[in-house]
């Protein structure tokens, strides 16, 4: 019985293809707009986790905050600092160290472009390694003997020079008031996302130099950067760390700022969720409409059929079946806009994240709601028409002209 | 002979608010297995009511009405669904085919809420209207077919779930004079084979055409006889 509906419920939709597809269309821009959205942040919030990634998820930086703002040697991090914090939570950090970079204007032959230096540090496993693409990364022996090596980033290397094998060739540049020249020991795969440009106001990192360059020995810093083994209790370590640091510098426990980059990202990506998550349900509200649609048309399908209702009522439809068969044409209707719908959105999705150079993340858990979503809101706004067919009074209904 | 409708003191008043129409009155008939019968009457003389109430269309009324035994003011509404499903095969003035759908499909229709299989009802919907000479026609549409075509289709579906009772309501109505006798030769065939068929007519050579004439006029039997047939 419902087989025989549901081939009816076809049959109904295909005689009035244009009204149909114009019934549909609520349900189809409802639906794509929802998962669109959904999906734009689900793929904002991956980028950003990707991205994260990328520094390794365990990389923490910490500063000590001047209640008076007046600040002191006792608010500022020394290499020894550093050192002993390491030493005392012994393997348990990875790294503890500075983080540095500067943008710096750098010449070759007579072009200028202004770069963002990061300084790596020995043992640099607070970044995971970029994708080298011609040369070699920097290890811990350029670092420590304060080789003037730079690894550059693709894109950097193109503007520069014009092309992205540079190894071999210098670059000349200021680093603290001193003219220095760098040699490219390597080329990286500059793997920014164009969405994470924009994000970002520009690239993470342009090219990477030794540390032990950019920074004087006994220099005071401001923050200090550690990273935590992955497989540590992270928030557990992390406070740890902080009360280590107010008694070692001999400062209130408040005042020890300390942000990780999983902090950091989690309230990025609960920012991100919870914006897509109010635009999705301002989306959703087209759907209602297009729902008051669907009722729009099945109350004058039900009108214009009441001959047919009465037909069959006669020849033996119990209520039921009527109701059912209405029923099954109006989540038909919204069932199909809600198909087209999601393979609109994903479509425009996809689309988009082509144009942009980012990974689409479509859950299918978003596809499955919008769907059964899609199908409620036909038989929710299906039941009244299909209740006032089913009440017909099948003497009425045959006399109907 | 089984007594396959039988009314007792049948009642039945249209309230309208200000005036009350007594559409029958104390009408009581009986019709056995295998009669052929003509209701006859002018518009407005209640055959219209009864013909409702007959078919379990309505059953807002006082009075008993036994259906092959069934008692019809007691049913709810799906049992009186049933109940016409599976004892009554109508067949309409208007002809009442269900629109952009094939004869076919048509005559699969009190089969399918009869709950008969697909392949069952397809060769019985066939077989149906292969007897009514439309074997040639089952995929037409009903605007493709003439007036008479489309109530021999009619009539196959009235035949489909084998009911008690073949219940016309004006069947020649709609038709010329040449379709009409076709019309009724077909039940004439139908009742020789055993059918139990009620013709509601206005038109003396169709009740002609039955073998007993039950008469109405302002709701009440005004005479009840056998057809004599001449020759």
Known sequence: MIFENLKLAMFSIRA???????????????????IAIVSLGDT?????????????????????????????????????????????????????????????DV?????????????????????????????????????????????LDSTTAVNIFGQENVVGKTIKTTIQNQAEELLVIGVFQNTDSALMKLMNGGSVADAFVPESILLSENEYQWSLYFCMAEDQDMTQLQSRVVAYIAR?????????????????????????ASLSAVVGAIAAISLVVGGIGIMNIMLVSVTE????????????????????????????????????????????????????????????????????????????????????????????????? | MKEIIKIEELNKVYDT??????????????????????????????????????????RQFQGTYLLDGIPIVDQGENDLSRIRNKKIG???????????????????????YGGMKAEERKIKANNLLEKVGLGERVHHMPNELSGGQKQRVAIARALANDP????????????????????????????????????????EDIAQCTKRIIRFQDGQIVSDEKVVKEG
């Open chain 1, 16 to 34: 009035n293809k244009m009204r149909s597809f114009l019934t549909m269309l609520g349900m189809i821009i409802g639906i794509s707009s929802v």
């Open chain 1, 44 to 104: 904002m919030r991956s980028v950003v986790a990707g991205e994260y990634e990328n520094f390794g998820t365990g990389l923490a930086g910490v500063y000590i905050m001047s209640p008076d703002d007046v600040y002191t040697d006792s608010n500022l991090f020394t290499k020894e600092d550093a050192d002993q914090l390491k030493e005392a939570m012994g393997g348990e950090l990875t790294y503890v160290g500075f983080r540095s970079s500067t943008r710096a």
């Open chain 1, 107 to 151: 010449k070759a032959g007579r072009k200028t472009e202004t770069v963002s230096l990061t300084g790596l540090a020995e043992n640099p496993t607070e970044m995971k390694d970029p994708k080298i693409m011609y040369g070699r990364m920097l290890n811990d022996k350029d670092i420590l003997e304060k080789k003037n090596f730079v690894v």
């Open chain 1, 248 to 272: 070692m510098k001999n400062q209130d426990l408040e005042n020890i700022i300390c942000n990780s980059a999983q902090q950091e990202m989690s309230s990025i990506d609960s920012m991100l």
């Open chain 1, 305 to 401: 059929r009441t001959r047919e209702i009465g037909i069959r009522k006669a020849l033996g439809a119990r209520t039921g079946d009527i109701m059912i068969q209405f029923l099954i044409e109006a989540a038909a209707i919204s069932a199909a806009g809600g198909l087209i719908g999601t393979l609109l959105g994903i479509s425009v999705v996809a689309i988009g994240g082509m144009i942009v150079g980012v990974g689409v993340v479509v859950k299918p858990s978003v596809v499955l709601i919008a769907v059964a979503f899609s199908a409620m809101v036909g038989l929710g706004f299906g039941l009244y028409p299909a209740k006032k067919a089913a009440k017909k009074d099948p003497v009425e209904a045959l006399r109907y002209e």
């Open chain 2, 17 to 58: 608010g200000a005036i009350q129409v007594h559409a029958l009155q104390n009408v009581s008939v009986s019709i056995m297995e295998g009669e052929y019968v003509a209701i006859m009457g002018q518009s407005g003389s209640g055959k219209s009511t009864l013909m409702n109430i007959l078919g379990c269309m309505d």
């Open chain 2, 90 to 112: 109508f067949v309409f003035q208007a002809f009442q085919l269900i629109p952009r759908t094939s004869a076919l499909k048509n005559v699969e229709i009190p089969m399918i």
């Open chain 2, 164 to 203: 008690a009772i073949i219940l016309a309501d004006e069947p020649t109505g709609n038709l010329d004079s040449h379709s009409s006798h076709e019309i009724m030769d077909f039940f004439t065939k139908l009742n020789e084979e055993g059918a139990t068929v009620i013709v509601v007519t206005h038109e």
